[in-house]
Every structure is written in structure tokens, then in C-alpha cells.
């Protein structure tokens, strides 16, 4: 069940962008080196020939890219070893690919297993000069097609990115914006902010040297990428189970309890003794959380 590439293009602007240096705030910084992504896919019901037309994603791509011109560039250092964005106008990866063995239908299948090649080969993150966003448009053999999008995370975190994809689609269909705003000056601590101590779980104490040598696990012979489908029935009755016994005037959402149940999952695979304490953390989108906030528009890491 291979995945055949056919063609990788870069796209860049329009239109050329000014060619401008980005520092990365902080909050950007302290992100792990690595790209988020996700991808959707779209069934071909109709069985509509050239379904989601590549040509028109391209011209929409270079269009919303005018906007997003940070993308289309490369980190680069400065000499006090900081990362900066340089808009330099390289533009994003765009990967065409073919899955001729499968539907799209499989993908429901629980013992279905991702085909080699469905996730694009990613750089290296914090490499300089890497392209900053990627994405790959895959064929499956009923004309169906899986978008996958993947970008840096000092870029931006999940808000950000998820913001980009729907104005490319509103780009696609022609319709307006709101432009991003790239200042991440924005994030600068003003006066004399307060600090608070984290909970006594979250400190991360230092290892000794004698732990140091201790190996923490044993290694890793190979991992297999499987997709688990939830329906929306399921996704009722999780909702349903876990909001049981929840006190009045609280709420949890669909999300909440899908976590909450892999969460219970993961725990019992590991088999951890039972009267040990776990937890687990979530980061959230902290634009509406500052005081003042930042604008949702604003295009950059707000991870809390």
C-alpha cells in the first residue's frame, strides 16, 4: 500500500513580500523542535473527476501566503544565538501524491494501518534555512483525498495553524480575511508582572548523576502508526459516561471526554501500580488569558 510522489513544488506569494526579520518570542523559544500538523480528509462521493482541484489549492495557497509571508521563509540565526524568521520568500513545500491501493473507506477500518509515505518525511525543526510549512495532497484510488498540513512550531502553535488553514480555504473561496499580525512584540512583559510558584508536581528537579546512568527504559525496537476511528455515536455516549456525576453549572466538552477515556487507556497499558497519582496537562491557547489579551489574529506561539 505504498504512497507514489509525484511532483513536489514550492509555493511562494503572489506577490513579492517584504523581506523583513521576525525575532521569536519566548514563547516561541521554549516550544520542542519539532513540526504539528493534521491531516482531513474528504470523500469523493460524487465521484467528481479532479476532485479538490490542485491548481486552484496553488493559486489560493499564493494567495493567503501574501498574507502570511512568515511561512514562506526560513529560521536563521543572529549572532547573540538567537532564532529569527527570515522572510526571504522561499515559499512552503507542496507535495503531490497518489495512494492507488486504497479507499478512503479503509480508513475506517480498525485494523487498518497507515500507509508508509501518508505522513510527508519532515526536516529537522530547529535546523536553519529548513522549510517552515508543508503541506501534501494525497489521491486514493476512489478519486477521495487526505490534505496534510504540517508546520514549525516555533512558527505558531495549534491556533495559529488551524487560523491559516481556514483562510486558505476562505482564500479559496474567494472570500476576505482577517490579516494576521505578525508583531511579536506583543508578547513583551510590561512593568513589573507578578511570578507564582507552580504546583509542587510540575517542579522539575535536577537529576544526580547517579540517576543519570540509570537507563529509563528499555529501547524501541520498532513502533506501528494505527488510526483509531471514534463515530459521532461513540463520541455521544463518551460524552454522556464521563459527564455523569459532574457537579451543576460545570461542563466538559466532547474533547474533554475522548481525552479523558484515552487518558484512562494509556494509564491501564502501562500498568501502572494502582495507587499511584497521575496526571495529566493540557496547554491551552492563552490569547483570551492575558491581561490585556491578544488578538486572536495575532500569528505566533500563546501556549499556557
Known sequence: MPVTIKKVLYVKPAKPTRHVQIPLSNCDIIMPPYYIGFFSFFKNDLKINNFMNIQKLLTSLEDVLNDYYPLAGTLKSVPDGRSIIDCNDRGVQFIITECSDIKINQLENNKWVIPHGLVPSLPIANKIDSVLFIVQHTTFADGSVALGAFINHYITDWFGLS?????????ARLEQIDPPIHDRSLLKASGNPQTHAPPEYFIMKPRSEKASNVQQSPAISSLT????????????????Y???????????????????????AVTKARKIDLNTEVFCGFTVNGRDRLIPPIPESYYGNVVL
Do not use: C, P
Open 163 to 171: 487560523t491559516f488553514m481556514k483562510n486558505w480555504g476562505r482564500r
Open 225 to 240: 502508526t494505527k488510526i483509531f476511528h471514534f463515530s459521532q455515536d461513540n463520541l455521544k455516549r463518551l460524552l454522556e
Open 242 to 264: 464521563y459527564s455523569a456525576g459532574i457537579s451543576k453549572g460545570n461542563w466538559i466538552s466532547t474533547n474533554d471526554a475522548l481525552v479523558a477515556h484515552i487518558w484512562r
